[in-house]
């Protein structure tokens, strides 16, 4: 039985400095449509991948107010191209994912194009290096949409069609195709999300609603099931997105993105995830007004919920719809319940 309380919670997740944070928050942007989320415990600072755009808004929770938004020279603003993954590095750089866009509107139909890894310093708004995931498998592989990284400097970039992870070593200086799904069918969606707890790189599949994990000091990746246990746990979800690992559960919570059904809470006691025990779902709040439970993001000692409108109609003469007010969404009771 888990025993934690919203004080303790909030004591344990605001520990490198940033104020403890608690409720709903509507982020007022004109055409951000978020696909992902991630808070940087060095400057308090909120990264959202704005998908349309391909530009990465900076959020300040505490102030409530968009406070920078990044431009990525040569992508940011070209049509055949969205951004997904945000993801803040050991070194405090983010991880941005840049990728072809066709691969998610034709569900792999169309995996042309090319698909980006690009280092970002988010203190001077400067692109540092950027890498073409597209030429590390020769197109075969694509719909590159979020990304880990090991403690030596590796990022690990994650492709859902057909499932692939692509190893980028420190500086850009070196890719390699680490996992490749055999016999690629690039219209069956594969991997989605990544988390790192340790060694053990996590990834849920989106082929058969499953967990697997990977050794990231192994030379190349190996693909090795997560037994799922629970009532009727036989598979985590239908449509799944990113994953999280909130860090005041020290890597035995995985809060798992489904489109449709909100975020379904997996617990391995032991934090080795050789299986994991599903403990319950949280409803997407949105789901009766065409919002999609894309990602999971962990501010100041809470968990949001990240709400993308895929199905609103496009602005004539511009790359997304005119929505202005996207929610985040505060499921930290919610889920703090479903593990006691």
Known sequence: MYGFTKANLAADAAKPGCPSLTGNITVNAYQLYPEHADFDENDCLVYLSALYNS????YDPYKKKMVNTIQLPGLSGDPTLHMSGVVVDPQGLLSVIVDAGAAFDTQGQDISGDNFLVKVDPSRGQVLWRKNLTEVTNGVYGGYQDAAHDTRGNTFVVGTFPASIVKVGPNGSTAIPWYLQPQPNQTVPGLSGLAVKGDILLGTDGS????????????MGHKIHVPLRGRNATRIGNSLDGILLPKQFNGTVLLVSDTTDGTIVLRSADGLWTSAEMVGTVPNLYASQNG???DN?????????????FLDEKVPGTLAGNRTQFPLVDITQQVLRLLK
């Open 292 to 294: 999609f439970s894309v």
């Open 208 to 219: 058969d609603g499953q967990l697997y994990r990977f050794n990231m000091t192994d030379e």
């Open 55 to 58: 530009t990465v808004a900076v």
């Open 297 to 309: 993001v962990e501010i100041g000692g809470s968990l949001y919920s990240v709400t993308e409108f």
